[in-house]
């Protein structure tokens, strides 16, 4: 088989005969908010992830896959399937006072999975609006909800803006205080996996609220990196370090509850790091909240036994609306298979399980990474579009990293003007160096007419102003949920 699909990552590839996946599998899918390209073992051997490479060693790294460059987008287009540009979740992040939600019109991944008989569990960030119970985890298609329902808190204290926002289900949880978050999802984590039912299929959803910045540590873990001179990066470090070693302290669950020799684990960044905040997106230009590939060039990786080939990197083109067809196409058989190909074939997002599996190329061809009223940005076979986007041809230096604003820095590092069309060999060129808008002026209009087809299919944005009442229903009853209710 021809496919430029695997490269081996290890010194044989490792290639054994399994069975196709027959039955339901326990899904583990884990979102680790805010990491960057550079920010784990396998890509930059400065920094501590063991059990993350051990995953990736085992199981196929994700070169070529995206995400949205935001954490409300991603995580829309996680949970439905969809560009955030078809359920109006596109315009940036989701405050904790803002009165909208993803639209309860769509079917989320939980409900599908619920429907085809698993248990769905939620452990950790939700950031898709809760200013109403329907639109809260509860509601869509989860079993149990254990975390916090904004974008960002304390670490320890579990509060944002002074206010406690961490929950059992619909309880706040007021005993957990100083119990770090990375810490805590995984001790609950344990908890729902060893009483959970073997005999029925496992979907946990862990979305960690590491690394998102406050940047918080424990010393020790800080210390582990003492080599980093720029405090910020240090204690960024210590972050992965913790959150890595509570992805190990699930995956142990796993194996001492007897689910993990059938259990599918995904784990996915949800956009690029910040280097205002320690990320590091190196080589990748850009960052968090940028459509360069640095803003949306996500780390990702997939790991069990059931996959055909393993120990690899996978260059095909994937995209993180793709975990929900896949992911559905692996549930239980008793689902309709009319109805639920029907809508699958509704979906922006592919089933790429025969691609992660077998090699086969992906049945991707492009990629939207985002239509605005002025930006743009669109990926066709090699070649990206690029419209209106900040300049950050000078890529922040190691040494800078975590120590200058987003949009600031040293003159040369980086820089404020604005690239009106950009034109790239993503291929032969990810850094994005070297502009061909002038070189192929043919496809830049072939690219720009897909951004128009997209444009046309465009929905409004659900963004809504802040709420005064949110902040008074919350300082009222001591920590934030619903007020609309």
């Known amino acids: 088989m021809d496919s430029r699909c695997f490269e081996v ?10 069975p196709a996946v027959a039955t339901p599998l326990h899904i583990l899918l884990i979102v680790v908010d805010d990491l960057g390209w550079s920010d784990v073992g396998f890509h930059n051997p400065q920094i501590n ?13 994700l070169d070529n896959y995206y995400v949205q460059p935001s954490c409300t987008p ?5 949970l439905t399937g969809l560009y955030p540009i078809h359920t109006g979740m596109q315009k940036g992040v989701l405050h904790q006072k803002q009165p909208y939600g993803l639209p309860l019109r769509f079917t989320t ?20 609006g809760f200013f109403r119970w329907p639109y809260t985890p509860l509601y869509r298609g989860f079993d149990s909800f254990y975390g916090f329902y904004g974008g960002a808190e304390g670490y320890y204290s579990h509060e944002h803006d002074g206010i406690l926002d961490l929950h059992d289900n619909k309880e706040p949880v007021r005993n957990k205080s100083g119990v770090y978050s990375a810490t805590l999802y995984a001790e609950q984590a344990r908890r729902v996996i060893l009483s959970h039912n073997a005999s029925k299929p496992l979907f946990l959803y862990l979305p960690f609220q590491s690394v998102h910045g406050p940047l918080s540590v424990d010393l020790k873990y800080e210390q582990k990196y003492r080599g980093i001179r720029n405090k910020r990066r ?75 080939k393993t120990g690899v990197k996978c260059k095909e083109l994937f995209h993180v609306t793709d975990w929900y067809p896949t992911l559905v ?23 790429i399980w025969r691609s992660l599996s077998e090699g086969d190329p992906s049945p991707r061809r492009e990629i939207v990474h985002d239509i605005s009223d002025h930006k743009a940005a669109i990926r066709v076979g090699d070649m990206k579009l690029i419209l209106n986007q900040t300049d950050r041809k000078r890529y922040i230096p190691p040494e800078l990293v975590g120590s200058i604003p987003a949009e600031q820095g040293k003159k040369g590092h ?16 990810p850094y994005e160096m070297v502009n061909l808008r002038n070189q192929f002026p043919d496809i830049v209009e072939a690219l720009m007419t897909r951004v128009e087809y997209y444009r046309q299919g465009v929905v409004p944005p659900e963004k809504k102003p802040s709420a005064r009442k949110a902040k008074k229903t919350a300082r009222r009853k001591g920590y934030w949920g619903p007020w609309e209710d």
């Not at 991603?74 to 996680?78: E, N, S």
């Not at 991944?109 to 898709?128: M, N």
């Not at 298979?337 to 592919?350: E, K």
């Open 74 to 78: 991603t995580r829309a287009a996680l």
């Open 234 to 308: 240090r204690t960024y470090a210590g972050m992965v370090d913790i959150m890595d070693e509570a992805i190990g302290n699930v995956t142990e669950a796993m194996k001492e509850a007897g689910l993990w020799n059938e259990t599918f684990t995904i784990v996915t960044t949800d956009n690029g790091g910040n280097p205002g905040q320690g990320g590091y997106n190196w080589p990748l230009r850009g960052q968090k909240g940028s459509l360069w590939e640095g803003g949306v060039r996500g780390v990702g990786l997939v790991h069990g036994r059931m996959l055909q």
């Open 329 to 351: 196409n692996l549930a239980d058989r008793s689902l309709d298979r009319r109805r639920t190909d029907a809508a699958i074939r509704q979906l922006d997002g592919f089933n």
């Open 414 to 429: 980086c820089c404020k003007n604005v690239i009106d069309v950009g034109l790239y060999n993503i291929t032969a060129d």
């Open 49 to 61: 992830t063991p059990n993350l490479d051990h995953l990736a060693s085992e199981g196929v790294i």
């Open 109 to 128: 991944l939980s409900q599908k999975l619920k429907e085809a008989g698993y248990s769905t569990h939620i452990i950790g960030k939700w950031h898709l």
């Open 9 to 18: 990552v290890t010194f044989m590839l490792i290639i054994s005969v399994r």
